[in-house]
């Protein structure tokens, strides 16, 4: 099983402010997934790359898959308070038709 | 659409229970997974049925028993479940199962065994 290492795990920051969250493996991916998760519910898709030194824009977020496509980034630039929630990033195992969860990194923004 | 649908939303039930989670997509995606997400943690496999069929069983006990009656539709049935299975139980599903396939996942159901 490959294994995703997810940091931060925890960060709380002011309104405004900018932000990196990192996904690493010592593994390769055929892609990745981003997902945002609220309380109670579902987690939801924000974005799937899969080729290596591709970045995709979403509004104030910046996703980008390693050359390599063992790690993986997301940047939150001016972070809102409804950018508050749980944020996941999973790796896909090749030809194995199932996703690795990273651990998550929880983010507050205040306001 | 790219919708999948989970009932009920929440769900109590006795340890001697018997009762059913649904999952139903209409988007024609013949791979779908059952999760099982504990507080603060990320999802979890336990299922996945690839064209109607169980393909991947992730050691899960025998108190869980998935079934895939079509192509549009996911169960869950539970029984005899332990207060530790209380969990948010999420399903998703992909077109195909294969790789850069995007995975879609359900609002959940959140379980609490008394």
């Known amino acids: 099983t490959q294994l995703l290492e997810q940091s931060p795990q925890f960060l709380s920051i002011q309104e405004g402010e900018n932000l990196t969250v990192y996904c690493n493996s010592s593994?390769?991916?055929?892609?990745l997934q981003w997902y945002r998760q609220e309380p109670g519910e579902g987690p939801v898709l924000l974005v799937t790359v899969v080729t290596g030194g591709e970045v995709k824009k979403l509004k104030r977020l910046t996703f980008q898959f390693g050359d390599a496509r063992k790690d993986s980034s997301l940047h939150i630039t001016a972070a809102q308070p409804g950018d508050t929630g749980l944020y996941l990033c999973?790796?896909?195992?090749?030809?194995?038709?199932?996703?690795?969860f990273g651990g998550g990194t929880r983010l507050m923004v205040k306001p | 659409d790219t919708e999948v649908t989970q009932t009920p939303k929440h769900l109590v039930m006795g340890m001697t229970n018997k009762k059913s989670l649904k999952c139903e997509q209409h988007?024609?995606?013949?791979?779908m997974y059952w999760y099982k997400q504990k507080a603060k943690k990320p999802p979890e496999l336990m299922f996945v049925?690839?064209?109607?069929?169980?393909?991947i069983n992730e050691s899960v006990p025998s108190r869980f028993s998935p079934e895939c009656p079509n192509s549009s539709l996911l169960n869950l049935h539970l029984h005899a479940l332990q207060p530790e299975d209380s969990a948010l139980y999420l399903c998703?599903?992909?077109?195909?199962?294969?790789?850069?396939?995007?995975?879609?996942f359900g609002p959940g159901t959140r379980l609490l065994v008394l």
């Open positions: 049925y690839s064209y109607e069929k169980l393909s």
């Open positions: 988007m024609g995606h013949r791979a």
């Open positions: 999973a790796g896909e195992e090749n030809a194995g038709n199932m996703l690795t």
């Open positions: 998703a599903s992909r077109p195909r199962g294969l790789e850069g396939e995007t995975q879609y």
């Open positions: 593994s390769v991916f055929s892609s």
